[in-house]
């Protein structure tokens, strides 16, 4: 069984750092393009970065670019999202997400919820 | 970057009354992928592909469209279609998400 289990948020004051992180199992994860994306409280879904297989190419949505690092490791099957300089319009959901050429994303682990207030 | 147009936002509907929701991209896109989230859970792959149903999903629902033009149909809805479905298109980076349509049930 396919399992994404995300952990590392919390309430952070702005401008400061928090790092995600996402333990896959179930699946060679090695082998999968992985993703994150977020939900803003009430509002929708918003991608936010994606990685390659051996995390040599990564890619961000323009308003998080040089905030966010996505990595893996892909001996630990651990997904990363290092988050600097947290802004207020960073609260939300992030969600992990396995990437699959034909369904888009297929599996999605529970999301974890990162409020940034002073 | 492409952005997808959900309409309506919002609507109810009654069982067994059929549903369609409508997502434009300001370009061409090959193909569409939906979701469906129920409140305070991860969305679900619902159709892919345009119109190929994911595992689990009933086939009252059905998907179609090409270019600029997709929609996602509930032939009968039901009380547990209840949900917000959102598309999603991969044919152009940055993937994008449509804002969502919230179906409830009348």
């Known amino acids: 069984e396919v399992q994404l289990v995300e952990s590392g948020g919390g309430l952070v004051q702005p401008g400061r750092s928090l790092k995600l992180s996402c333990a896959a199992s179930?699946?060679?994860?090695?082998?999968?393009?992985m993703a994150w994306v977020r939900q803003a409280p009430t509002k929708g879904l918003e991608w936010v970065a994606s990685?390659?297989?051996?995390?040599?190419?990564?890619y961000y949505r323009d308003s998080v670019k040089g905030r966010f690092t996505i990595s893996r490791d892909n001996a630990k099957n651990t997904l990363y999202l290092q988050i600097d300089s947290l802004r207020s319009e960073d609260t939300a959901t992030y969600y992990c997400?396995?990437?699959?050429?034909?369904?888009?994303?297929?599996?999605w682990g529970q999301g974890v919820m990162v409020t940034v207030s002073s | 970057e492409i952005v997808l147009t959900q309409s309506p936002t919002t609507m109810a509907a009654s069982p067994g009354e059929k549903v369609t929701i409508t997502c434009r991209a300001s370009?061409?896109?090959?193909?569409m992928h939906w979701f469906q989230q129920k409140s305070g859970t991860s969305p679900k792959p619902w159709i892919y592909?345009?119109?190929k149903l994911a595992s689990g999903v009933p086939d009252r629902f059905s998907g179609s469209g090409s270019g600029t033009s997709y929609s996602l149909t509930i032939s009968s809805m039901e009380a547990e279609d209840a949900a917000t479905y959102y598309c999603?298109?991969?044919?152009?980076?940055?993937?994008?998400f449509g804002g969502g349509t919230k179906l409830e049930l009348k």
């Open positions: 179930g699946f060679t994860y090695s082998n999968y393009v």
């Open positions: 990685i390659s297989t051996g995390g040599g190419n990564t």
């Open positions: 997400a396995k990437d699959n050429p034909y369904y888009g994303y297929n599996y």
């Open positions: 592909d345009t119109s």
């Open positions: 370009s061409s896109v090959s193909y």
């Open positions: 999603l298109q991969r044919s152009s980076y940055p993937p994008t």
